[in-house]
């Protein structure tokens, strides 16, 4: 296990699920943390709690990774003490509705794409050409076993996260040669506010997801996050499929 601690650490999507307990895990290891996320008063009370936990050194970056300008703006905005970004986790992402093609809303896709694809594109440009500037570096794509395996009305989503799977794997191409280093963590069902954000909200159609099953939770794959980032330098853990053990695969899950 490689140390790395006062290292920064820049976590998408990291008011709350996977994202925030990642921010939780790394404060663990010492790690000076970006939190960027939509939600100011959740980043806020959560670097209160980091503060407190670990006098953790932290950066809330209010930013919606969908709109580029927002995303250039921000990272134009940041303290040059902050720019040097060791480590980038690719965490914002969402899945809206469950329709067949012939019947979906294209303002769920254009949120899906533009969130997924689009905005994992946007944080990476920016924070790139630094990573190779300095020869140093981990990306860590938060993918899904979406992005494996299609499943009835997961169309658009599951379209994204191949996306996800394939840029990782160009990337770490592009960068061949370099000590910069590309991971893609694709869990399987993870029991955070994802069902309730596909669903708008309908908080009993999401909880039938995870019912009668034991599913992940977002510890997990915070806890395998850490792994990754913590290899010795020359491994590069380039894909991992995380499943419950109450799933086989993207549609077969044993309930109780």
Partial sequence: MVSIQGQIVLITGASSGIGASCAKMFA????????????????????????????????????????????????????????????????????????????????????????????????????????????QGHIINIGSIAGHQAYPGGNVYCATKAAVRALSQGLKMDLLGTPIRVTSVDPGTVETDFSKVRFRGDVEKAEKVYQGMNPLTPNDIAEIVVFCATRPLNVNISELLVLATDQSSATMINRQ
């Fill in 28 to 135: 663990k290891e010492g790690t000076a943390l970006i939190l960027a996320a939509r939600r100011r008063e959740k980043l806020e009370a959560l670097a209160a709690e980091l503060k407190t936990a670990y006098n953790s050194k932290i950066y809330v970056l209010e930013m919606d990774v969908s709109d580029r300008t927002a995303v250039e703006t921000s990272w134009a905005s940041l303290p040059k003490s902050w720019r040097n970004v060791d480590i980038l986790i690719n965490n914002a992402g969402l899945s809206r509705g469950l329709d067949k093609l012939q019947s979906g809303e294209i303002q769920n896709w254009e949120e899906m794409i533009d969130t997924n694809l689009k905005g994992l594109l946007y944080v990476t440009r920016s924070l790139l050409p630094v990573m190779v500037q300095r020869n």
